[in-house]
């Protein structure tokens, strides 16, 4: 079936800006997580979702950054007032339950730059 | 919170030969270890995880450890192939759902 997906895959915005990132799950995953990658990094937990409620934002940098996911399916991840710091890879992943242990799937992320 | 560390950054092995990558991890209430593989550009893909109560998971030429009194695991990739080459990631999960992730490792198989 398909897998998670990420639109746009690259995002070219100015200092100061408000950007939108989607993520679509897969279809029937209940968990839906998002990262930041800067480069040559591992991805960095910010926020996840059960269904359509934040259930841990704890890695969201500042509140310049929010999330939502209003039908439990689709999640836009926004940053307002973007700065270049914010330049990275937006990483999506879902998972079918939210339990521990689980596989989390990713999509193919966002690039965004921040000139 | 989680720290993760992994190493080492950069590896170049020879078509054939082995590879082993190598993390720690701090948190005692880690118990999943998933390891992704990802391709320039591309996602990260899962290849492999264990799970606290085993000690050790081998699929085909993959094989992850993991020693839990000395919370550190590693990934073994033997028969090593041109197509292995990618950057591999090791996390640990000490609550539910959140993942934190080492910096990586950068795999290249030399043919």
């Known amino acids: 079936g398909a897998g998670v997906s990420q639109t746009p895959s690259n995002k070219v915005t100015e200092k100061g800006k408000y950007v939108e990132l989607r993520c679509d799950p897969i279809s029937g995953h209940t968990a839906l997580y998002w990262y930041r990658q800067s480069l040559g990094q591992g991805p960095e937990f910010l926020i996840y979702?059960?269904?359509?409620?934040?259930?841990?934002d704890s890695g969201l940098p500042n509140d310049r950054f929010f999330a939502v996911r209003p039908e439990g399916s689709v999640s836009t991840l926004k940053i307002q007032r973007t700065e270049r710091g914010d330049s990275a890879v937006y990483l999506c992943?879902?998972?079918?339950?939210?339990?521990?242990?689980?596989?989390?799937?990713f999509g193919p992320g966002t690039r965004l730059l921040v000139l | 919170g989680e720290n993760v560390e992994q190493h080492p950054s950069t590896l170049s092995v020879q078509e054939g030969d082995s590879a082993v990558i190598k993390c720690t991890y701090s948190d005692s209430a880690s118990n999943y270890f998933p390891w992704y593989k990802q391709e320039l550009g591309k996602r990260p893909q899962l290849i492999i995880d264990i799970r606290s109560n085993v000690g050790e998971k081998k699929d085909q030429r993959i094989a992850v450890t993991l020693n839990k009194t000395a919370k550190h695991f590693s990934l073994h990739i033997t028969e090593t192939q041109p197509e292995d080459s990618a950057v591999y990631f090791c996390?640990?999960?000490?609550?539910?759902?959140?993942?934190?992730f080492g910096s990586g490792t950068k795999l290249n198989v030399k043919p």
């Open positions: 979702f059960q269904g359509t409620g934040a259930a841990d």
């Open positions: 996390a640990a999960s000490p609550q539910v759902n959140k993942f934190y």
């Open positions: 992943a879902s998972s079918l339950a939210g339990g521990q242990q689980e596989t989390q799937y």
